[in-house]
Nanobody
Framework: QVQLVESGGGLVQAGGSLRLSCAAS????????MGWYRQAPGKQRELVAT???????NYADSVKGRFTISRDNAKKTVDLQMNSLQPEDTAVYYC???????????????WGKGTLVTVSS
């Protein structure tokens, strides 16, 4: 089995910072892209940031300059440093990863259960 576990969410005031972490574990051959998504109350899930296995990153326009995604391939972790947080950032943040469990199988997406980030004004 493959598991993704997020941590680091919590309550923070506007202008503050949080660092989210995600660890992948289980039967894993390789990990392609890893990333963070979020879902705010009453809204659809949206991309926050992604990090490919070759080092390319992609950010939502709303978080550019404030959030930074990083990845440790050896530890199979991906982090999201969130600075200058705003109330609009309040959401459940989900870690996602495109993973191959063996060389002979196709890669598929796996998701964590999410961690709640609440930004107060």
């Amino acid at each position: 089995q493959v598991q993704l576990v997020e941590s680091g969410g919590g309550l923070v005031q506007a202008g503050g910072s949080l660092r989210l972490s995600c660890a992948a574990s289980g039967s894993i051959f390789s990990i392609n892209a890893m990333g963070w998504y979020r879902q705010a109350p009453g809204k659809q899930r949206e991309l926050v940031a992604t990090f490919t296995s070759t080092g390319s990153t992609n950010y939502a326009d709303s978080v550019k300059g404030r959030f930074t995604i990083s990845r440790d391939n050896a530890k199979k972790t991906v982090d999201l440093q969130m600075n200058s947080l705003q109330p609009e950032d309040t959401a459940v943040y989900y870690c996602g990863a495109n993973i191959k469990r063996s060389p002979s199988t196709y890669a598929r997406d796996y998701w964590g259960k999410g961690t709640l980030v609440t930004v107060s004004s």
